[in-house]
C-alpha cells in the first residue's frame, strides 16, 4: 500500500481511498473497482493555540499528532494547532444505482435505516475495545455498482438509536428462547423485504394466523 497523498491535518477524516485500475472479469463484464484505504481515523483539533514550550506539556506518549504552524503572536512569538488522531469507524457499503442515488440524495440515515442501525450498534459496542469510537462520527462509504462513483458521509454518533437496536435484537432473542412467533413484518410472501429474506421459506411456511 502506498502512502497516502493527502495532508493529514485536517479536522475531517484523514481516511484516503485509492481506485485501483479497473478489472475485467472472466466472462467479459466489468467489475466494480477495488479500493484502497488507509488510515480510517480522524484526526480532532485540539482547543487553543500554543507556543513551542507549551507543547511538551500537552503532547501525550503514544498518541498520534499532526501539528501545524498557525501564525504568530503580537510580540511575534511563534503559535502552533495541534491534532490528535482519534478512532472512528468506516462502513461502506456498495449499491445499485438507484439505491446510491437515494442515498445521496437523503443521506443514509433516512435511506438506509438499517445501515444506520448498524453503525450506532457497532460504535457502542466497539467503544470497550476502541476507546473514544463513538465520540467521533462514523464515515459511511457508498459505492456505485454501476459506476464505481464514492459518495462519503459522517454519521453522529446515536446513542439512542444503538440502545434501540440492541432492545430489539434482545426481544426477539427472548421470543425464540420461549417458542414464541414474533408477527411478520407484512402481510403477504411477496412484500420486498420478505422476497429478499433467507429464511422466507420458513416464515410462510409455518406460524399461520400470527
Ligand atoms: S420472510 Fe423474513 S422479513 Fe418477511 S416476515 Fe418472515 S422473517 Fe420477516
Not at 81 to 106: F, G, H, Q
Amino acid at each position: 500500500m502506498k502512502t497516502c497523498p493527502i495532508p493529514t491535518a485536517r479536522s475531517a477524516f484523514s481516511l484516503c481511498v485509492r481506485r485501483r485500475p479497473r478489472r475485467q472479469a472472466s466472462n467479459g463484464k466489468r467489475v466494480m473497482n477495488d479500493f484502497v484505504l488507509s488510515s480510517p481515523q480522524e484526526f480532532r483539533r485540539l482547543p487553543g493555540l500554543f507556543r513551542r514550550w507549551e507543547l511538551a506539556q500537552v503532547l501525550e506518549a503514544g498518541e498520534d499528532y499532526h501539528i501545524e504552524d498557525a501564525g504568530t503572536t503580537s510580540d511575534g512569538t511563534m503559535v502552533f494547532a495541534i491534532y490528535r488522531r482519534v478512532p472512528a469507524l468506516w462502513e461502506c457499503k456498495s449499491l445499485n444505482d438507484k439505491s446510491w442515488k437515494d442515498t445521496v440524495k437523503r443521506g443514509v440515515v433516512i435511506s438506509k435505516p438499517i445501515y444506520a442501525a448498524q453503525i450506532a450498534t457497532y460504535q457502542a459496542y466497539m467503544e470497550a475495545s476502541v476507546p473514544g469510537i463513538s465520540q467521533s462520527p462514523a464515515l459511511f462509504t457508498a459505492i456505485n455498482k454501476d459506476t464505481a462513483e464514492l459518495h462519503h458521509e459522517l454519521v453522529p454518533f446515536n446513542g439512542g438509536l444503538a440502545q434501540m437496536a440492541s432492545d430489539k435484537a434482545v426481544r426477539i432473542i427472548r421470543a425464540i428462547e420461549a417458542g414464541e412467533l414474533l408477527p411478520r413484518i407484512a402481510q403477504s410472501a411477496d412484500f420486498h423485504e420478505c422476497r429478499f429474506c433467507s429464511w422466507s421459506d420458513r416464515c410462510w411456511r409455518i406460524g399461520d394466523g400470527r
